[in-house]
DNA sequence: GTGAAAGCGCTAACAC
DNA sequence: GTGTTAGCGCTTTCAC
């Protein structure tokens, strides 16, 4: 329970502070090996263990990022997380993961709290529109990877962008119900207020349109931005959704759900109606999460690399943090679709 | 970029540090209103942001705990993780979240880090059967509070416990199985190294002996303890142990899971072998994730109250940090079964 | 090779 | 009411 000092391990080793300092950083070939050995007997004897703060208030450094997810409840997010702490690790980097929940306060607040930790990288997933509200950090100094957001015109010359081309991803989604026969195709999200969902909505007109189909006939729901969803909530927002459309007049025979939790909703929403998933209306999700492979059936989903984004990502913070940055370059990787077995041809072309 | 400290924001507004200090620590009584508002007008025009570091270094205190989780990767611990941060935050704490993987020495070296950064109190998921990895931290002062996992006889007595009775929860599963009609059921878990997985095979094995079936003859997969699965790979090891045992000669008819994601691998396997779930084998799951209810069917598991479980947690360790601390007191909850559609009566018995 | 000394930015007695 | 002072535990020139 007693703290125990260097101080008191310099004098136990009949030595200074400094040359107990000089032994725990390393700069020991300036050190006979006597001393040394006393030092480390005396560091042992005492159970010392150094003070992070104290190294820390003299340093200013910290091997640490943050991590700013809207909400580890989702195992999107919570896949992310290990990775980049897998990444983290093997530089000596440890990881401090935060919630927002997606509230810009929340976020905001959690970045100021990492800042006043000493922490001066975070890897941040806001994909909200705009970066404002962190700017004033940026400003002192902050180092920020933007993840799972597209570089946007306004953003700060200091930003990196890691993130897969969410518009491809959903055009490749749509496009496969596209050539399955599908015609009525629904788009389902949440609040289409972040970034990355915009584009994904993007993809998705953009199919249609390029198949000669009306975009703006497209059943898409919520019809306009709905109350906040978080994305624990996501399926819970997908299962209603499907049930709310699966009741109207013009039925959708394929749906492409924002993310794989939402589409996970929206097949409950499917079984809920009474349909089955693929056999009558085709599912396409987003992310590749663990589940989509387990579920039943299977999920066809668009793949994000999530090991390879999380390593970039931390790697761009490293680089900028120890100083050898280079101008950060922002990532925009290729998605590619993942066909597995929720999704089918319509049943009006079944058998052609 | 520049960083400005308590003094420049005191001399800009022409008073002593410690005046500042007194107001930042709400000391604000004793001071004049006058006074108070230059503070505070420095402190904005200046963009003055206190150092938590120096702070913590000065008064020993950080407002944070830490939570030692197998894996995010799990939805369960990232939920819990979610509920945690929620109670601390109401009380100004915050969580700072590692990943052992179910590494013994990973954990140790976390618990380690989070006390060097000066943080007195974790949450350790840790349900390894020994704590004395620990007991140094321990005894320098660190507060424990252990999750999903039995208090054990020879454990530390500042040790507090918060945790379901397992062995009751698959207990309440095995049943359930039972009073349907099945008799061939079958126990699927990874290593039976931690204590939580222990109690639940106790559970199993219990209700099997109640009903005068043999709990020896029954179906255990891996067989032995085999090698360390993690916990994102549950549901593989479920996939897996489920494709052998329905290869087999004695079929089971229904397969308690160790867990829900290993439950979910299992129905995947189950339906690789061409069965389909409830119809063919019934399936029991642990924990009630949010995907419990999702997914297709439905999974019928034993339910863990992560909320209350987390506020509890928190509480213990709050109480214990700030010293208001009555001796530890163990919280043991008893969990419920949630019978979904996951499980039916064998098909030998249909109809009966 | 090793030690003395000066802080990092903040807080909390204790003076005034 | 407000300022002076003395550190918290560590690192790091710069002497010896």
């Known amino acids: ?16 502070p400094s040359t107990v300092s000089n032994l725990l950083n390393g700069r020991t070939q300036r050190m006979q090996p006597a001393t040394q050995a006393r030092i480390e007997t005396a560091i042992r004897k005492l159970g010392y263990h150094p003070s992070r703060v104290a190294r820390q208030l003299r340093t200013g450094q910290v091997r640490a990022i943050g991590l ?13 997380a290990r990775h980049l702490e897998a990444a983290a690790l093997t530089e000596g980097y440890h990881v401090l993961l935060c919630n927002s929940e997606r509230d810009p306060e929340r976020e905001r607040s959690y970045l100021e709290e990492l800042w006043a930790d ?18 004033p950090l940026l400003e002192r100094g902050l180092r920020l990877v933007a993840f799972d957001r597209m570089a946007q015109a306004g953003d700060p010359p200091s930003l990196v962008n890691v993130t897969v081309d969410n518009a491809v991803g959903a055009q490749l989604a749509t496009e496969h119900l596209l ?14 207020g972040s970034i990355n969902r915009k584009e994904r909505f993007r993809g998705f007109r953009a199919a249609l349109e390029q198949a000669g189909l ?6 898409v729901s919520p019809d306009a931005a709905t109350t906040q969803f978080g994305d624990v909530e996501a399926a819970e927002l997908g299962r209603a959704a499907a049930t709310e459309l699966l009741r109207g007049r013009r039925k959708p025979t394929a749906i492409v759900a924002i993310n794989d939790m939402c589409a996970l909703g929206v097949c409950r929403g499917i079984r809920d109606a009474g349909l089955e998933v693929a056999r009558d209306v085709s599912v396409v999700g987003f992310d590749d999460i663990l589940l989509a492979e387990l579920y039943a059936p299977p999920l066809t989903t668009v793949h994000q690399p999530l090991p390879e984004m999380a390593a970039a990502a931390f790697d761009h913070l490293r680089a900028r943090i120890e100083g050898s940055a280079t101008a950060g370059q922002s990532l925009l990787l290729r998605p590619h679709l993942v066909v597995r077995e929720s999704t089918a041809p319509p049943r009006s072309k079944r058998g052609t």
């Open 1 to 16: 329970m007693t703290k125990v000092t260097i101080h008191e391990v310099a004098r136990a080793a009949s030595v200074s």
């Open 68 to 80: 700013v997810v809207p909400s580890v409840g989702n195992p999107f997010w919570g896949a992310l």
């Open 118 to 135: 000493g922490i001066r990288g975070v890897v941040l997933c806001s994909s909200l529109p705009s970066l404002d509200h962190v700017t």
């Open 179 to 192: 050539q399955l026969g599908h015609r009525r195709i629904a788009f389902i999200s949440g609040s289409l």
């Open 214 to 219: 009306d975009p703006d006939a497209a059943l």
